[in-house]
């Protein structure tokens, strides 16, 4: 979606020039139900790709983490900042929270993301032996299929009030009866839900990046619940924010991982 081409609704049309300027590329991620996955091909929970004699990764109570999601990038259209190559695993804690410590979500002792910058498909481990998972937000494996998009900033991603120079609520507001129905068609313009590779990040609550002042951090990966396979608590959905150069650098050390439902 280029600016050109932003079918805005008509009550929004004054603010054309904010929504316009705001609009960005992202990877939109097709999730589909599947149980025959290669190790190292791209998918939502299955079996991850590691080398012979790499130790599967483990809470801080010993138990395995669930791989939530393994993105090979040389499956992924190339998005700026993004590595062209690589196998880069995000891993979640089989717990109710789901790995994610509320006082610090920067802490990987329950969830990790590990990267490998080269993929040896012949040296792969093959057998993997642990319990059943019980509390996973992804409930059965998926293949995935990428799609480079563009839309404006999310209603609820904290770079609205840059772009519109007011808070969401009280900007919305300003629309008096009309405010839900703008709103929603915001919403739908700016397609911030969904599984995605960057972009703008969609919430059902507030943006951590504020409170964890780590504002300046992009959305890495975000993994939203379908209704059916996939849930975070309650219908909600999960994100991973990290700064550009750390990005840049491979570096996935200082992750910001949230999660929150309604």
Do not use: C
Not at 4 to 10: E, F, V
Not at 25 to 36: E, G, L, S
Not at 235 to 242: A, D, P, Q, S, V
Request: proline share 8%.
């Amino acid at each position: 979606m280029t600016p050109s081409k932003l079918q805005i609704p008509a009550l929004l049309e004054p603010y054309r020039k904010q929504i316009e300027s705001s609009v960005k590329p992202f990877v939109r991620i097709y999730a589909k139900p599947d149980d025959d996955l290669d190790l190292t091909q791209s998918k939502f929970g299955g079996f991850p790709y590691l080398p012979i004699g790499y130790e599967y990764p483990t809470g801080d109570n010993g138990q395995p983490l669930f791989m939530l999601a393994q993105i090979n990038f040389e499956e992924v259209p190339h998005l700026s900042g993004f590595p062209k190559k690589g196998i880069l695993q995000f891993y979640v804690g089989d717990d109710n929270m789901y790995g994610l410590d509320l006082d610090d979500p920067f802490d990987q002792s329950n969830y990790r993301l590990i990267f490998f910058e080269e993929v040896d498909a012949d040296n792969a481990q093959e057998d993997f032996d642990f319990p059943d998972f019980d509390n996973i937000p992804v409930l059965q494996s998926h293949s995935l299929r990428f799609e480079v998009q563009s839309a404006p900033v999310s209603p609820t991603d904290q770079a609205f009030d840059e772009y519109f120079g007011t808070p969401v609520f009280d900007f919305f507001d300003r629309f008096g009866n009309d405010k839900v129905e703008v709103r929603r068609a915001y919403a739908r313009l700016a397609q911030g839900s969904g599984h995605k590779l960057g972009g703008y990040a969609h919430f059902t609550q507030e943006d951590p990046r504020l409170v964890q002042e780590f504002e300046e951090a992009k959305l890495l990966l975000q993994i939203d619940s379908d209704h059916k396979s996939i849930l975070w608590g309650d219908e909600g959905i999960g994100n991973f924010f990290i700064h550009p150069e750390d990005l840049r650098d491979l570096e996935f050390s200082e992750v910001l991982y949230n999660w929150d439902s309604p």
